[in-house]
């Protein structure tokens, strides 16, 4: 079979849920995984330094998906935030509210009018400049704008191969064909369908084509498609996060460290460079992974790594000056090319990246290009919209069809 209701493009299980639903809604629903057409990422990496905040609004097969395969960690207590001034600060448990109140913190929630300064208006901005899909400066204005609730729960997931299978495998028990060993060649006209190559070979057709990557993960892959898609327009990031592997020697000095943390030099300072290090332990009790935020145009200068390198080993012993510590992995800019990585699975854009419009009502977006943050509500945020239009789409052909064929 050559023709689908939906097909979708998703790497590391983007657009699974989303698949989930329409297959559930009676579609034939057919996912392309590229996955491993977009650069030799280790999971983790894909996986990026967020961690997952929860969300009451999220529903549907998009909060199952997060009890299948790499089942997640809770942290326990949330969001960690360790100041080099402050020491650490838990945002959830029985002391928040007066180390919040002694530090004259206000909630990233609160009406902007109870955010008299810059102490009281601190956590919204945090929330806002590591979480969004812009880079911003610091401006109070941005404070009105909707914001990751980053008090809310926290889990973490380690990510694996087998449990990327083992997702994939359930969305085919949910009625959802599955490709992954394909090369996407070609978009048709009016993006009715796709060339492909591989173990499924030839053009597929379809009603409507879901595309899970960003311009730059598309040029990546495929420069005819990204034309197709995108036109001359790539978006390339202005900042990426890289991750860092460190190996602690005297495991007792980071015993009562959390899953999750953000280790901060100093909050008025931009949280860029090595000034804001996310901390968040593996598998292992004596190794963690150390996130920071670098420009994109610094990714593959090596002096630049290597420093930051040194910087994240200084910061972390100022705060522990006991701590031995050896890094075991380093950013895979320092292995590899440009053109064999592509783009960093997590980056900012600058903030007047504007939103591509597409005269297509068939063609839909998801991505961070799309998102206004990395959180898992602004995912289902969107992939909600797009299900309902592509739902109301198939219904008003399939009574279309029941009209001329009676």
């Avoid at 879901?210 to 197709?228: A, I, N, P």
């Avoid at 050896?326 to 997590?346: H, K, V």
């Amino acid at each position: 079979m050559n023709h689908f209701d939906v097909i979708l493009v998703s790497s590391f299980g983007q657009l699974e849920a989303l698949a989930c639903e329409l297959g559930r809604s009676g579609l034939n629903t057919l996912m392309i995984d590229v996955t491993d057409r977009l650069g030799l990422w280790p999971l983790e990496d894909r996986e990026g330094p967020f961690g997952e905040i929860h969300s009451d609004a999220v529903m549907g097969a998009w909060q199952e998906m997060s009890s299948l395969g790499d089942l997640p960690l809770a942290c326990e207590l949330g969001q960690v935030i360790w100041t080099s001034s402050l020491g650490p600060v838990a945002l959830r448990g029985p002391l928040i509210q007066h180390q919040m109140k002694t530090r004259g913190w206000k909630s990233s929630q609160s009406p902007v009018s109870q955010m008299t300064d810059f102490k009281s208006q601190w956590l919204a901005w945090l929330s806002q400049s590591c979480y969004d899909t812009r880079f911003h400066s610091w401006d109070p204005d941005l404070l009105k704008y909707p914001k990751v609730e980053i008090e809310n729960a926290l889990n973490v997931r380690f990510p694996t191969r087998s449990g990327l299978n083992a997702r994939r495998e359930w969305l085919k028990s949910q009625g959802v064909q599955v490709w992954a060993e394909v090369d996407i060649l070609d978009v048709m006209d009016a993006n009715s369908g796709l060339e492909v190559r591989g173990s499924m070979s030839g053009v597929i057709k379809t009603q409507s084509l879901v595309w899970g990557l960003t311009s730059y993960e598309t040029d990546h892959m495929s420069f005819r498609v990204r034309e197709k898609l995108f036109g001359g327009e790539v978006n390339k990031p202005d900042w990426a996060w890289i991750r860092y592997r460190l190996s602690v020697e005297n495991q007792e000095l980071t015993l009562g460290w959390p899953l999750h943390m953000l280790m901060i030099e100093n909050p008025a300072l931009p949280l860029t460079h090595s000034d804001l290090i996310v901390i968040q332990r593996t598998v292992l009790n004596n190794q963690f992974d150390a996130w920071i935020r670098i420009p994109d145009s610094k990714r593959f200068h090596q002096a630049y790594l290597h420093r930051m390198k040194d910087e994240i080993r200084s910061k972390i012993q100022k705060k522990l000056p006991k701590l031995k510590l050896s890094f075991i992995f380093e950013p895979q800019e320092l292995s590899y090319t440009s053109r064999e990585l592509g783009p960093r699975p997590y980056s900012q854009y600058n903030e007047k990246l504007k939103l591509r419009k597409t005269n297509q009502k068939n063609l839909f977006f998801d991505g961070p290009e799309v998102w206004p943050n990395f959180s898992n509500l602004s995912l289902f945020q969107n992939q909600k919209r797009i299900l309902d239009q592509i739902l109301i789409d198939w219904r008003k052909k399939q009574n279309q069809n029941q009209e001329r064929h009676p």
